[in-house]
C-alpha cells in the first residue's frame, strides 16, 4: 500500500467533518457538504488500478467531476472518493467479484474533492495480460434517478447493521 490518503480540504461551504476508517486502519478527515453535483451528461468515467486498488490512469471526466486534479489522483488509493453514506459491504462485493476474475456493476456514491458528491452506475473488471491479473478497470456511467432513490435507502440500512 502506499502512503495514507491526504485528509480533504475545508471546503467554503457549511460540510459536515467526520473520520472516515479505511479496511487497512488508515483514516482521514473529511467534509460532507450534502451537495449533489449532476453527472455530466454523455460522458463516461473511467479509470484504471493496480492490484491493490491504486490509482493508474484516470480520463478527463473523473478529473472533472471528482474536483482533483490528474497528479492528486494518480497514486492515491480509489477509496480517495469514498462517500461516509456507502456501505462497507458494497466495496467488499464490487473486491470480491473482481479479484475473483469476474465483472461487477453496482451504485455507487462518490465524494468530490470539495465535499459535494456525485452518483455513478459502475462497471469493474479485472485487466488480464498473459492470464494473469494486473489491475483492474472501472467505467461509470449516469445513473438513473429512481435507482439512485431506490440505493439511498437499501444503503441506509446496510449502513445501520455494519458493525464498526
Known sequence: ????????PKPDMPAEQMTL???????R????????????????????TDLDGILTHVN???????????????????SILRHPDMP???????WDTAKAGKKWHGYVKNLCKDGSHYWVYA?????VRRGE??????VRRKPSRSK???????????????EG
Open 1 to 8: 500500500m502506499g502512503s495514507p490518503i491526504p485528509d480533504a
Open 21 to 27: 476508517t479505511y479496511y487497512d486502519g488508515t483514516s
Open 29 to 48: 478527515t473529511i467534509y460532507d457538504t450534502g451537495v449533489e453535483r449532476p453527472y455530466p451528461d454523455g460522458k463516461l468515467i473511467v479509470s484504471r
Open 60 to 78: 478527463d471526466a473523473f478529473v472533472e467531476i471528482s474536483g482533483y486534479t490528474k497528479d492528486e489522483l494518480l497514486g492515491q488509493p480509489q
Open 88 to 94: 462497507k459491504a458494497a466495496y467488499q462485493d464490487l
Open 123 to 127: 462497471t469493474v473488471v479485472p485487466n
Open 133 to 138: 491479473t494486473v489491475g483492474y478497470t472501472s
Open 148 to 162: 439512485i432513490e431506490a440505493m439511498q435507502a437499501q444503503y441506509a440500512d446496510m449502513k445501520q447493521n455494519e
